[in-house]
């Protein structure tokens, strides 16, 4: 009798672990070692199931729901992992038509089987731009957002002190948004501007244009002195 008890409990044991997530070792041994915190890790795990259910997008709330953590807290652990480059924001084609947006563990993945375990250090000045970004927009940055900026990183092969320097600009001509940054980035790589020196140049250059064409209009004259000081500035 209790051989047969032994054997039904085995069986709704294995039953149960047969339904589990399956997890890489090496996530959970070294996660430390990609510079993940354990809430991230929580994350990582509950898009890595909400993956397995089908659900390819889901929203802080949903994560939410499952952990201990609040909307917010989510929101910004999302934004947090998308900063350090271990989840990627990706569109799916369905039925032949641009489609949904889906989170991607990609990176994560890459990182944790193809890079020796030392840790990968992040430059300062990569590091510096995502606060930058927000502190000049004056709110978190969406997860859009955040692959934008990754994109231009890895993608564009832009350098962190030109990407800050469109953002300047951006700020000082009134037009704050990522669209009017894309167009000066592509514009300064159009140019082979690849320095802050260069841009500085370019943008001296550019305002005295602006200025003149402003002067026909108008006896005010803007102040440029911001971006120069801005541009210097390491």
Known sequence: ??????????????????????????????????????????????IHQFHTDGNLFPTPDEISERTSFTTEECSKILRSLLQKGLLIIEQKHQNQQVGNECYSLEPLWEKLFNIPMQEKQIPEQTENLF????????????????????????????????????????????????????????????????????ARQHGKKFRQGQDKNTSDKSNTKRDVSLYYNWLEEE
């Open 1 to 46: 009798m209790n051989e047969v008890r032994v054997i039904a409990n085995y069986q709704r044991f294995q039953s149960i672990l047969d339904s589990q997530i399956s997890i890489p070792k090496a996530l959970i041994t070294q996660y430390r070692g990609l510079g993940i915190a354990e809430k991230e890790l929580v994350a990582v795990l509950q």
């Open 131 to 198: 606060p930058l970004f927000e502190q000049e927009f004056g709110r978190p940055l969406s997860p859009f957002e955040i692959e934008n900026i990754n994109i231009w990183l890895d993608q564009d092969e832009q350098e962190p002190a030109l990407i800050k320097a469109a953002l300047r600009e951006a700020v000082l001509m009134g037009k704050l948004n990522f669209k009017y940054i894309d167009r000066i980035l592509r514009e300064w790589k159009k140019k082979g501007i690849q320095t802050v020196d260069q």
